[in-house]
């Protein structure tokens, strides 16, 4: 990659391109608690949008269930690919705002990481095609960025989404809890498990706890080798320092009502 390459890269595939496997707010433990809380089986239809690196995807495979990936990036598509390996496993090339899937053909769909990157009405958008691709009575779980109550005290919330889209080069807009659990209601949605877990993607702990210290020092090498991709990750993390106090991971599982 040119210096220029590494400056433009949106922040989640310049992590991945160093060798980061998991790139969710709430790291790899808080995916995990979204999948106990769904219970998932071989009896469900489960759709995830944007899988990406389908790490959670290999998880959620392990439950043998009819699944399908909505994934927008063809090379992230086929390595999602590379893990399925059964008829009723599926990665489809599409956006989550049109899926082209039919109505209530899924028992679970879930998102991670994206949601955040949208507008509100993109996010609304996303939203109510969960709700029209799930039966009645199913399930819809988000893993994403989250505001902590201090934002609204310390009257940051502009500051923090200048400067996080200035470092990960997306359109960042982290909600506070509150507003994601009313944008789940707003179409339907009653709300059954919430957990926070502070934000920290970038800290030597976490990245432990989600790479393995071979995978870290993976990392640690292709950054080190690569001045500009070292610029932008410092950048990063220097932004998600910054603003720890407001900022941290949520996984909201709710259930579209039967009425």
């Given at each position: 990659m040119s210096k220029l390459d590494y400056e433009k890269?949106?922040?989640?595939?310049?992590?991945?391109?160093?060798?980061?496997?998991?790139?969710?707010?709430g790291g790899l433990q808080l995916t995990q608690s979204m999948l106990q809380h769904l219970q998932i089986t071989a009896e469900d239809y489960v759709v995830e949008f944007a899988p990406r690196l389908g790490v959670t995807a290999k998880l959620t495979l392990q439950s043998n269930?009819?699944?399908i990936a909505i994934e927008q990036n063809e090379q992230a598509a086929?390595?999602?690919?590379?893990?399925?390996?059964?008829?009723?496993?599926?990665?489809?090339?599409?956006?989550?705002?049109?899926?082209?899937?039919?109505?209530?053909?899924?028992?679970?769909?879930?998102?991670?990481?994206m949601l955040t990157m949208q507008s509100a009405k993109q996010k609304d958008q996303i939203i109510s095609e969960a709700k029209r691709i799930l039966k009645k009575g199913g399930k819809y779980a988000i893993h994403e960025m989250s505001l902590t109550p201090a934002v609204e005290m310390d009257g940051m919330r502009e500051n923090i989404r200048k400067d996080l889209v200035e470092a990960i080069r997306v359109n960042a807009t982290p909600l506070l809890e509150e507003e994601w659990k009313a944008a789940l209601k707003s179409h339907g949605f009653e709300i059954d498990y919430v957990k926070k877990v502070p934000m920290h993607l970038l800290h030597p702990k976490r990245l432990i706890e989600d790479e393995g210290l071979l995978g870290v020092a993976k990392i640690a090498k292709n950054i080190l080798t690569k001045p500009a991709a070292r610029k932008h990750v410092l950048k990063i993390r220097h932004t998600f320092m910054k603003y720890e106090k407001y900022l941290q991971g949520i996984c909201i599982v709710a259930t579209l009502k039967e009425d």
């Open positions: 890269m949106p922040g989640h595939w310049l992590l991945s391109s160093l060798g980061k496997t998991v790139l969710r707010p269930p009819n699944y086929s390595k999602v690919r590379s893990y399925l390996q059964k008829a009723n496993q599926q990665c489809l090339i599409g956006t989550a705002e049109r899926t082209g899937l039919p109505d209530a053909s899924a028992t679970i769909v879930y998102g991670e990481a």
